[in-house]
């Protein structure tokens, strides 16, 4: 046990510490650019230097539909795995447990904004995607979409998470607390995580009802520049022990988990390397210190997402112990 805490202590502390990684995420690709000639440039590196100089920007328009997706799938990867069945620790029991998983996404899927003129891959903000697959600046043709397609990240988003958890008879019987941290390997987000279940039947082994459980859990996720994501979860399990040949138990469980996913912007880049200070200024009244309020079209390269209303996912489990 203190050979698998240290070796994910190792792996934390290693992804963390590096750069920008494949799946960290840059939200100034989920736009696009209205210049004042009319022309439409997605964001992501095809306006240029150059490009400012004779054709400014107009408007930003966010993809408001693509980052509702990408969260929505990041906040399932960050959301506590349910590795185990509906009975508590007891008041004298505690576990401490390295958990390694993956969560599937669905990188080459599409989101479809009212306000933008065409689909889009919405995981094309991850790092994976390099620079260049941006650099002509209409995603929407076949030949960036391929190029953009061979740089997005795997199917399976891997995770590493350190858990503690302890039973407790106060306040009331049959309650249990956990705490932990989650890492996304590969990038520089992390999240704490907490749990708290109740069994509402536990115990009872030799009678014919099964074991009883609710169970609320919350993350907060750490090193997203540029946006906020908050994980709640309320799920409900079920299982029975099963003794085997008097000589060891197999214990199957199942149930159902309702996640609340909560996410919003700050204000976006959507052109980086590019100075637009001075013309976002004066779109906000000539102060500078006025940035923050900036929305989706108000302000020359710069923008934020609308105000989601919060994400709600719904997931069966089972698994065996």
């Keep these: 046990m203190k050979r698998s805490l240290l070796v994910a202590a190792s792996l934390l502390t290693l992804t963390s510490s590096a750069r920008a990684a494949d799946w960290d995420i840059n939200l100034g690709r989920l736009c696009q650019i209205r210049t004042r000639s ?14 400012a100089a004779t054709d400014p920007v107009s408007t930003v328009i966010a993809d408001n539909a693509a980052f509702r997706s990408l969260m929505s799938e990041l906040g399932v990867v960050f959301a ?16 401490f447990a390295a ?11 599409n989101a479809k904004d009212q306000n933008i003129d065409s689909a889009h891959r919405y995981w094309r903000a991850a790092e994976s995607v390099s620079a260049r697959a941006f650099e002509s600046g209409n995603i929407r043709t076949p030949d960036s979409v391929a ?16 858990m503690a958890r302890k039973g407790f008879w106060f306040p009331i019987p049959s309650f249990e607390l956990g705490v932990g941290v989650r890492h996304l390997i590969g990038s520089r ?46 799920d409900f399990s079920i299982a029975k022990h099963i003794g085997v040949a008097s000589t060891f138990n197999l214990t199957p469980y199942a149930g159902y988990q309702l996640l609340w996913i909560i996410a919003d912007s700050e204000v976006l880049d959507a052109t980086p390397g590019i100075d637009a200070i001075s013309e976002t200024a004066g779109a906000v009244g000539g102060d500078p210190m006025q940035l923050t309020q900036c929305r989706s079209t108000d302000c020359n390269g710069n923008f934020t997402f609308a105000t989601q209303a919060n994400i709600t996912r719904h997931r069966a489990f089972f698994g065996l112990k």
């Excluded at 998983?101 to 899927?109: L, Q």
């Excluded at 397609?149 to 350190?162: G, H, I, K, M």
């Excluded at 995580?193 to 996720?221: D, M, N, Q, Y």
């Design 189 to 234: 987000m992390w999240a704490p995580l907490t749990t708290a279940k109740l069994a509402i039947h536990e115990g009872f082994h030799g009678w014919p009802l099964p074991s009883l459980a609710i169970r609320g859990s919350g993350a907060r996720v750490m090193g997203t520049p540029g946006f906020n994501l908050t994980v709640a979860g309320l």
């Design 38 to 51: 009319g022309a439409i440039l997605d964001c992501g590196g095809g306006y240029t230097a150059a490009t």
């Design 147 to 162: 190029r953009i397609d061979n740089e997005l990240p795997p199917s399976f988003a891997p995770t590493v998470s350190v």
């Design 80 to 95: 506590p795995n349910i590795l185990s069945p509906s009975d508590t620790r007891g008041y004298s029991g505690f576990n």
């Design 99 to 109: 958990e390694f998983g993956w969560t599937m996404i669905n990188p080459k899927k």
